[in-house]
């Protein structure tokens, strides 16, 4: 009989001793929060199930160029993902010494050459004794979650093809345009979010092993993904999950304060005047609004405080589907759009040559006024969306 996901997932890491986790570089909340639910639940079969599990488990989470979001610091384990891989592979130089001792052994770099001194006690050694070749590399396994393609990873991906094409990966998402590049695809479109796959998957193979900690981050990410259980693709088995999750001791007081009461007055004073020039269409399914560099100024603000005023808007508008902000960023006007449903904002803004994921895409405009753009870019949009 053919195993189903969650047991092809278990045998995979019954065989495996040190696994990478990674997710995409735009990452989001649900990302993070899966991540670091998989890494506490990885550790726990470490310690309490090594002999079922094929021993102890090393694990390293890590995604590009990652910045760890202030208000995930909260989460256990927060601070140990790293933004780049490190000594993925060894090179090996083999010298046969037919039993010869070593007297000397020493190296020096020459401009760009490294040059390897080696004297033996008696005779010489010849270039025939010499082999080299590369270590098998450091991680075994690779589980990637939230990440829709390969690409999405970034460097990970980009310095290391040779490494993914030859080590087997879980792809755990819940996204639909995953193009299921693992030899495990565990994904469900129903789902949520990642985190409430993560949930699963968990479940599945041991439900006990779910403590406070574990329970707190994958109700982060259910939470964060779906705006508080604001949008519409929340599903009744989402809210069973979330009250299985409180009854396992989940800090839902801590998640909420940390991702909606925890703003800087920075992010508050930003938002103020996002809403001052508020703009929307169809019922507030698309809402707008403009930044210009005076605004940052006044607000003692810049832009990684932007990603909190969108989410402000989201979280407290009711019926928006799609939220762009249009800001002065030096001498060229930058755009970010967010869309929640079945919108992609890629697609929305493709004629711009726009960068990110269905969720949330960027991209800046030159030669145009703030104002010009604005026109320029929600016209684009609403042509965009009366097409879906």
């Known amino acids: 009989m053919a195993l189903?996901?969650?047991?092809?997932?278990?045998?995979l890491l019954k065989k495996s001793h040190h696994i990478l986790i990674t997710f995409?570089?735009?990452y989001s909340a649900d990302a993070v929060s899966s991540a670091l639910a998989l890494y506490l639940f990885l550790q726990k079969i470490s310690q309490k199930s090594s002999k079922e599990f094929g021993g102890e488990k090393l694990v390293d989470?890590?995604?590009d160029n990652f910045t760890l979001p202030k208000n995930l610091k909260f989460l256990e384990k927060s601070d140990i993902i790293s933004e780049k891989i490190n000594n993925l592979q060894k090179?090996?130089?083999?010298?046969?010494?037919?039993?010869n001792d070593i007297d000397e052994f020493s190296y020096d770099l020459e401009g760009e050459k490294l040059n390897i001194y080696i004297t033996p006690k008696n005779g010489a050694?010849?270039?025939?004794e010499i082999t080299a070749e590369n270590s098998a590399f450091k991680y075994d396994l690779v589980i990637t979650l939230?990440?829709?393609d390969l690409n999405s990873l970034g460097k990970i991906y980009q310095n290391s093809t040779d490494f993914f094409y030859n080590t087997n990966i879980i792809n755990i998402d819940h996204q639909p345009e995953n193009e299921h590049y693992g030899q495990v695809n565990f994904t469900n479109l129903n789902a949520v979010s990642t985190t409430e796959i993560i949930y699963n998957l968990i479940s599945g193979i041991d439900k006990n092993l779910i403590d406070k900690n574990i329970a707190t981050c994958i109700l982060t990410g259910l939470i964060a993904e779906t705006k508080s259980f604001k949008t519409p693709n929340v599903t009744p088995k989402t809210l069973e999950i979330a009250g299985q999750l409180m009854a396992m001791e989940a800090d839902r007081e801590t998640i909420i304060k940390s991702l909606y009461r925890n703003r800087s007055l920075a992010t508050l004073k930003l938002w103020g005047r996002v809403l001052a020039r508020l703009k929307n269409e169809d019922n507030n399914k698309l809402v707008w609004s403009i930044l210009t560099d005076h605004d940052f100024m006044e607000a003692n603000a810049d832009e990684n405080d932007l990603p909190e005023v969108i989410e402000e808007i989201i979280s407290f508008i009711p019926g928006v589907e799609t939220a762009v902000l249009i800001y002065q960023h030096g001498h060229k006007n930058c755009v970010l759009v967010n869309t929640l449903k079945n919108n992609n904002a890629l697609y929305l803004t493709k004629e711009f040559k726009s960068t990110g994921s269905k969720d949330l895409a960027e991209f800046c405009i030159?030669?145009?006024?703030?104002?010009?753009?604005?026109k320029e870019v929600i016209e684009k949009i609403k042509q965009n969306l009366s097409k879906i």
């Open 4 to 11: 189903n996901e969650i047991q092809q997932i278990t045998e």
């Open 24 to 26: 995409k570089k735009d």
């Open 61 to 63: 989470i890590i995604c």
């Open 91 to 99: 090179f090996i130089i083999s010298v046969n010494i037919n039993g």
């Open 125 to 128: 050694l010849k270039a025939e």
């Open 146 to 148: 939230d990440t829709p």
């Open 366 to 374: 030159v030669d145009r006024t703030l104002l010009e753009t604005e």
